[in-house]
């Protein structure tokens, strides 16, 4: 099964489609795809089956969601938890998603005609190395494709991802890139593996679990939660619409609840940004009291160093990154 289908929706779900695209539209949906073992044991198929049945429903997924508009999809794909089940589980899942990714590979031209830009989020070093090198391979080569974004949580947990963003701060405090006063909810933000993405708008898990398993904790604060019965290789469009529907019936608060989130991260960031240059003031200021102007000048010329400090140092991140992708590359698969 490849990453694409391509056909059409019938008429019923067509319809659906544009009657639920008449109200607000995720942009960016995460799935939690959960039941594949309970969907195997339910068929009395291998446990591989299932899990090979949960990639083929991605897929169909990824066409309802182009269907409704839904440009970004994020999927928990592998867990650093699952590293925990059997050796033949875990194997068998690095072997479909080699599979996978070879098939991606394979499938460039289409990709690049539907400008599917494929990211892979989590910490790739505990794969094997082969799969490592098809995921950069695969990361690279749909890179510039930017129609619609998919990213597969692989090797993900989002504590993980969140110490590792703080890691990444703390790099570079101390190589000199940034203040320890820098620090903030949008510098952490930027340091996660989604930097790329805006928060998810809706995020769906499958199965009848209610928990979010250590996953997208950090960006789903202001995200519509969705738990739902079916076993994820049982997803039906008309699941992925009712999911939809839950979420403009929720629209208007989730859309209040961001929007005072950013009103208040931005005072917050002026206020930090007032309170260094007080004390820069305090120290440089021959004990003189400044003025409102060389208080608002000092502010205006502080916040620019800082912009731009943080700048460098979001460049240099991500050179380390793409760096690992290219050095992967650059080997022989
Ligand atoms: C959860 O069901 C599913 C997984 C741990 C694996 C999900 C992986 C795929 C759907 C394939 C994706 C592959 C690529 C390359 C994107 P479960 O195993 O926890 O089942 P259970 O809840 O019934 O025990
Ligand atoms: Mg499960």
């Not at 990824?62 to 839904?70: A, E, F, P, T, V």
């Not at 790329?196 to 997208?216: A, M, Q, Y």
């Not at 003189?288 to 160093?305: G, I």
Request: glycine residues 4%.
């Amino acid at each position: 099964m490849s990453w694409i289908k391509e056909d059409e929706l019938n008429l019923l779900e067509k319809i659906s489609a544009n009657i639920l695209k008449a109200g607000p539209m995720p942009k960016h949906v995460a799935f939690i795809m959960d039941g594949n073992r309970r969907f195997a044991r339910k068929k009395h198929m291998e446990r591989q089956e299932g899990h090979m049945q949960g990639f083929n429903k991605l897929a169909e997924t990824l066409r309802w969601c182009k269907h409704l508009n839904i440009q970004e999809v994020t999927v928990y794909a592998f867990s650093i938890e699952n590293f925990k089940r059997t050796k033949d589980e875990v194997d068998g899942l690095m072997e479909l998603a080699k599979q996978k990714f070879l098939k991606l590979l394979d499938e460039r031209e289409n990709l690049e005609k539907h400008g599917v830009c494929v990211r892979v989020l989590g910490d790739l070093e505990m794969l094997p190395l082969d799969l490592q090198e098809l995921i950069a391979k695969a990361v690279i080569t749909t890179k510039s494709h930017n129609k619609c974004f998919l990213n597969v949580c692989f090797a993900y947990t989002s504590r993980y991802e969140i110490t590792n963003a703080v890691r990444e701060m703390a790099w570079g405090v101390e190589k000199g890139l940034i203040k320890a006063s820098d620090v903030s909810e949008a510098l952490l933000s930027e340091c996660l593996y989604s930097n790329n993405s805006p928060n998810p708008d809706l995020l769906i898990r499958t199965s009848g679990e209610v928990r979010l398993s250590d996953f997208l904790l950090w960006q789903t604060s202001h995200s519509c939660l969705v738990f739902q019965s079916v076993l994820w290789p049982e997803y039906s469009f008309w699941n992925l619409c009712e999911a939809v529907l839950q979420y403009q019936l929720n629209y208007k608060s989730i859309q209040k609840a961001r929007d005072l989130h950013q009103e208040h991260q931005a005072l917050l960031q002026l206020e930090a940004d007032r309170a260094c240059v007080a004390e820069h003031l305090q120290h440089h200021g021959n004990g003189k009291p400044a003025d409102a102007q060389r208080r608002q000048e000092a502010l205006l010329h502080y916040t620019t160093c800082r912009e731009e400090r943080i700048q460098d140092f979001l460049e240099a991140l991500k050179h380390k990154r793409d760096s690992y992708f290219s050095d992967l590359c650059s080997k022989d698969v």
